[in-house]
């Protein structure tokens, strides 16, 4: 136990929870000005927490118990998450309790909960987008769980701090297979968040939408909570792939220089992840849910591929 | 007189059950003492055989010989570690089951409680005389026991026909996997008309009889493991009967089936060849995908978790035969790895299935419904089963930090190794395949949200379901402590894989004791630290406490202000309990995807029918492929020895002369 790997762990948390509404507000303002749209301020994600926040809250005469704790613990399980990726040192107390198996489990909890509650007050809408999240789910998980064992077949570990050291600092060594992985990755990372063209984070157009049809019920502070889920869950992603596709400046020790160094490197990383994200989703259009198996199956290929040429032509050095 | 060892204990317990079986027979009419006495009793005694085996894992093995049965043949029972793994799992299962049993049974359903007692606990006696049996008679004899046993708790509601029916189906299924079973003994005894195990493990390791013996108890215990193809009569007989019946057949028997694979595969036969695992990982990945398919498009609740029965068997054969595999390249920590993750997994699946499977049990009684698009909103009028249920539901779908997920993980770091084997190809197909182990793991989260999503949550489907009554006081105790368990079992991985450790070492000579105590008994490293490592209790306590600050913090700064209102649903006014999505409505994106698993009749009426009737029919082709073809073939085969019988006694004397021609003129040469 030593006291800078603590500190590291609860900087990374507190950057997490500060920060992810920032890249959420980032995105959005590169969105709008692609799309040629006056964009809304950098902080507005912020403004609208808080205004969440302080309103009343107006529960459903249905609603249980479950859909009052949902918000809670689907908050907790993407802070969690947060806290589980490398962002700004590899030497993290947290580490040695949950590895990337773990981390696509604890995803999965989140995801349950999250439907459960949309199903819970009953409403056409409500199950609808439960029912949509969990198919979406089932697809992109197995393809989320093949490269990550790619990386880990690379590092012979599970754990996300080993495969950062080892892609980070070991050996600099090209790998092929982690630019398909990388690309399966990107495709699971949209699909999961809610993002175009699986879904469309802006939408309420009803029949299209996904993640907000699940939350239409929820209001005041239940809603802030859950939306402050989103973006821990977006940045939790971005910071995946960066640890997994980009770890460089990633520092193995925790001392306050290079984390403050790791922080600015974050920082700017994510600044490009946000605009890179904003591009894909201008320039594609969103699909059909059914054709959201073929997305999701050619990702889960990519990864397959991934893993099959680390086999075939990395195994042996 | 010797001192009474362990085996003496357990075999005492055991028979304990098949008395009370028989003071409840002997008592018919009273209900009260069956239920209230018997029942609890049975439930302490299962408790007792827990902690009894829990005390013999680690001993050495010990023998008992029976002088029952026939002159020559004494019941030979021997309790090694496997035997009392399973014992162990037996016991503490039991002892959820049974209380709740007491609480469960009513003198007005089905069979009569008295005959139910015997019965119940006359299969109990017969599981533990299954895992302790050292001989091929006392096997067969206990496994018979425990088939007619379940055969008639099945058949618990008999007036009604599709329950004969399906009981019927298991009982016949059952019985040619008991001459598959047989014969493989009889292959192993060899010609030494030996039928001890002890025997058996002398039979020869060369040649093609061992692979024999291991494909016939493959058939034998796959079918009453549920294994792909001989599976079908999983799905029909575990939902009709009793709910503790139901458990205990999903929970209890499936496992006697993999104790008796494990038995022959690791300690009778001695050599084990890498392509038997491999047959067994295609057919437990194809059990499992198919079990987790048609668990998400069921529409009865039992019946979805029969199917993920299947899919969980699936998932153990997956780990026994990755075990075979590296098993057969020498790599014995590797196999043990493997087998762990299985041997875990029974022990998972048979609290969460049975907790499931119980609070189905309640669900029926309080509502007299099994179809799911007839319930609904349950978790305002049944809180407890609710919640336990929640529990049982996220530990099937094997989400942390519960106990499915730690079975999972140790398979999925198990598949994680298959990369280092020293062969040309399987170190690349295997790695991949681990792919289909997150799909089935993955869809099984949806199968549970849709499971428990529209029997819990949501609006009630039926006027009645408002009438609903929460589980009885001792049925709450069953499900506490089967959910405590859920609860335990994937808080403390470490104790179990300490314990597990004998029974990898007896059979595959590897153990992870050391790798997984060495960092203390909140983190599990089943290999070494940097390989990979989880902590479930820092997993569970960190969600708690963040979930307890956020709350602090939220209701701290801000008012806590809550108005109950009419739902929203995008301001649509019109909002009634037949607009939330159906069973099979959540099923739509499954049937959809998976469509070659599935065999659909639809009716979709014009738009202009005045009575329009809507149906979507999703049933298994195996059925169609498979059983129905070869029961046409038995059928004709029949009717053509029916040829034979003419009804008149001077064709049958003329068989009999022929009969006897013959065997003359074959002994004369």
């Given at each position: 136990m030593n006291f800078y790997a603590f500190l590291a762990q609860l900087l990374e948390l507190v950057v997490a929870l500060v920060l992810a509404p920032l890249l959420t507000g980032w995105i959005n303002q590169c969105r709008a000005w692609l799309q040629n749209r006056s964009a809304p301020p950098l902080l507005q994600t912020y403004y609208t927490l808080s205004k969440l926040f302080h309103k009343d809250v107006l529960l459903a005469h249905n609603a249980s118990s479950l859909f009052r704790a949902a918000p809670y613990i689907i908050f907790s399980c993407m802070a969690l998450s947060c806290a589980i990726v490398p962002t700004l040192s590899t030497d993290l107390i947290f580490a040695p309790a949950a590895d990337a198996i773990a981390l696509v489990g604890l995803f999965a909890l989140a995801r349950v909960f999250i439907a459960l509650a949309g199903m819970d007050v009953g409403t056409s809408f409500g199950s609808l987008g439960s029912r949509r999240e969990m198919f979406i789910g089932f697809l992109a998980e197995p393809a989320l769980l093949m490269v990550f064992f790619t990386a880990s077949l690379i590092s012979r570990s599970t754990s996300l701090s080993t495969?950062?050291?080892t892609l980070a600092h070991r050996e600099f060594v090209i790998y092929p297979s982690l630019a398909f992985a990388g690309v399966a990755f990107t495709m699971v990372s949209l699909a999961e968040n809610a993002r175009v063209p699986i879904d469309n984070p802006t939408t309420h157009l009803e029949l299209t939408m996904i993640h907000e049809a699940m939350i239409l019920e929820y209001s005041g502070r239940h809603l802030a909570l859950i939306e402050w889920a989103a973006s821990l869950k977006l940045f939790a992603y971005s910071c995946l792939g960066i640890a997994?596709?980009?770890?460089?400046?990633?520092?193995?020790?925790?001392?306050?220089?290079?984390?403050?160094?790791?922080?600015?490197?974050?920082?700017?990383k994510l600044a490009?992840?946000?605009?890179?994200?904003?591009?894909?989703?201008?320039?594609?259009?969103?699909?059909?849910?059914?054709?959201?198996?073929?997305?999701?199956?050619?990702?889960?290929?990519?990864?397959?591929?991934?893993?099959l040429v680390h086999l075939l032509l990395e195994a042996g050095q | 007189m010797r001192q009474l060892l362990l085996i003496d204990w357990i075999l005492i317990t055991a028979l304990g059950w098949l008395a009370i079986g028989v003071?409840?027979?002997?008592?018919?009419?009273?209900?009260?003492?069956?239920?209230?006495?018997?029942?609890?009793?049975?439930?302490?005694?299962?408790?007792?055989?827990?902690?009894?085996?829990?005390?013999?894992i680690a001993s050495a093995p010990q023998r008992v010989i029976l002088p029952i049965g026939l002159p020559d043949l004494p019941f030979h029972l021997r309790l090694d570690a496997l035997s009392a793994f399973f014992l162990l799992l037996l016991g503490a299962t039991a002892a959820g089951i049974s209380i709740y049993a007491a609480g469960y049974l009513?003198?007005?359903?089905?069979?009569?409680?008295?005959?139910?007692?015997?019965?119940?606990?006359?299969?109990?006696?017969?599981?533990?005389?299954?895992?302790?049996?050292?001989?091929?008679?006392?096997?067969?004899?206990?496994?018979?026991?425990?088939?007619?046993?379940?055969y008639f708790l099945v058949a618990s509601e008999h007036r009604y026909a599709e329950i004969r029916r399906a009981a019927y189906l298991y009982l016949l299924i059952s019985h040619i996997g008991a001459v598959g079973i047989l014969l493989a003994f009889g292959v192993m005894a060899g010609s030494s008309g030996d039928y001890t195990f002890d025997a058996m493990r002398d039979f020869p390791t060369s040649g093609y009889w061992p692979t024999v013996a291991f494909l016939l108890a493959l058939f034998g215990f796959g079918t009453k493991a549920g294994l792909l193809p001989l599976h079908?009569?999983?799905?029909?007989?575990?939902?009709?009967?009793?709910?503790?019946?139901?458990?205990?057949?999903?929970?209890?028997?499936?496992?006697?089936?993999?104790?008796?694979?494990?038995?022959?595969?690791?300690?009778?036969?001695?050599?084990?060849?890498?392509?038997?695992?491999?047959?067994?990982?295609?057919?437990?990945?194809?059990?499992?995908l198919f079990g987790v398919i048609f668990a998400a498009v069921q529409t009865d609740m039992k019946r979805l978790l029969a199917y993920s029965s299947i899919e969980n068997i699936g998932l153990v054969f997956v780990g026994i035969g990755l075990a075979l595999v590296f098993k057969s390249f020498q790599l014995p920590n590797l196999a043990a790895l493997a087998l762990t993750a299985a041997l875990y997994h029974c022990l998972n699946h048979a609290f969460f299935k049975s907790l499931l499977f119980l609070c189905t049990g309640s669900v029926l009684h309080a509502t007299g419904e099994r179809n799911l698009g007839k319930l609904g909103g349950l978790i305002h009028r049944m809180p407890w089963v609710a919640w336990l249920a929640l529990i049982g539901a996220l530990a099937s779908a094997g989400l942390p930090p519960l106990n499915g997920f730690v079975s999972e993980w140790l398979l999925l770091q198990g598949f994680l190794f298959t990369a280092g084997l020293p062969h040309g190809y399987l170190n690349m197909l295997l790695p991949v395949v681990a792919g289909a182990v997150a799909l089935i793991a993955a869809l099984a989260g949806f199968?549970?949200?849709?499971?428990?999503?529209?029997?819990?949550?949501?609006?009630?489907?039926?006027?009645?379901?408002?009438?609903?009554?929460?589980?009885?006081?001792?049925?709450?105790?069953?499900?506490?402590?089967?959910?405590?368990?859920?609860?335990?079992?994937?808080?403390?991985?470490?104790?179990?894989?300490?314990?597990?450790?004998?029974?990898?070492?007896?059979?595959?000579?590897?153990?992870?004791?050391?790798?997984?105590t060495s960092h203390g008994w909140w983190l599990l490293a089943p290999i070494s630290e940097d390989r990979a490592s989880y902590s479930p209790a820092a997993f569970l306590a960190s969600i708690a406490l963040f979930m307890a600050f956020v709350y602090w913090m939220v209701r701290r700064y801000y008012h806590g202000r809550a108005q109950r209102v009419a739902a929203w649903d995008c301001g649509y006014p019109l909002q009634t309990s037949r607009m939330q999505d159906t069973a099979e409505g959540f099923g739509q994106?499954?049937?959809?995807?998976?469509?070659?698993?599935?065999?659909?009749?639809?009716?979709?009426?014009?738009?202009?029918?005045?009575?329009?009737?809507?149906?979507?029919?999703?049933?298994?082709?195996?059925?169609?492929?498979?059983?129905?073809?070869?029961?046409?073939?038995?059928?004709?085969?029949?009717?053509?020895?029916?040829?034979?019988?003419?009804?008149?006694?001077?064709?049958?004397?003329?068989?009999?002369?022929?009969?006897?021609?013959t065997l003359l003129v074959l002994t004369r040469g």
């Open positions: 495969i950062v050291e997994l596709f980009f770890p460089f400046g990633i520092p193995e020790a925790a001392d306050p220089l290079s984390l403050l160094l790791a922080g600015a490197t974050l920082i700017l490009i992840g946000g605009i890179v994200l904003a591009l894909i989703e201008t320039l594609s259009a969103k699909m059909r849910i059914f054709r959201a198996p073929e997305f999701l199956g050619t990702a889960f290929l990519l990864a397959v591929l991934a893993m | 003071v409840g027979i002997a008592f018919p009419r009273k209900f009260f003492l069956i239920s209230r006495a018997l029942f609890p009793l049975g439930a302490f005694l299962g408790l007792l055989l827990a902690l009894l085996a829990l005390a013999a009513r003198p007005s359903e089905g069979t009569e409680p008295g005959l139910q007692c015997l019965l119940y606990h006359a299969l109990l006696t017969s599981m533990a005389l299954v895992m302790l049996a050292d001989d091929g008679y006392a096997f067969m004899v206990a496994w018979e026991t425990m088939a007619l046993c379940a079908v009569w999983l799905p029909e007989a575990h939902p009709v009967a009793p709910s503790p019946v139901s458990a205990m057949m999903s929970g209890i028997i499936l496992k006697t089936a993999i104790y008796g694979m494990l038995r022959v595969a690791f300690d009778l036969l001695h050599v084990q060849l890498g392509w038997w695992g491999i047959l067994l990982l295609i057919l437990g990945l194809a059990s499992a199968a549970m949200v849709k499971f428990f999503g529209v029997v819990f949550l949501g609006q009630p489907r039926e006027e009645k379901l408002a009438q609903a009554h929460d589980a009885s006081r001792l049925e709450r105790y069953g499900l506490l402590w089967l959910a405590a368990g859920c609860v335990l079992l994937g808080l403390l991985p470490n104790v179990i894989i300490a314990l597990l450790d004998p029974v990898t070492r007896q059979l595959v000579g590897g153990g992870l004791r050391y790798a997984a994106p499954i049937r959809r995807v998976f469509s070659p698993f599935f065999k659909r009749t639809r009716e979709h009426p014009s738009p202009f029918d005045a009575q329009p009737r809507y149906r979507s029919v999703v049933e298994d082709p195996l059925w169609y492929w498979l059983y129905l073809p070869l029961a046409r073939l038995v059928e004709y085969g029949t009717r053509l020895i029916a040829f034979l019988q003419q009804g008149r006694i001077a064709i049958y004397l003329l068989y009999s002369f022929v009969t006897l021609l």
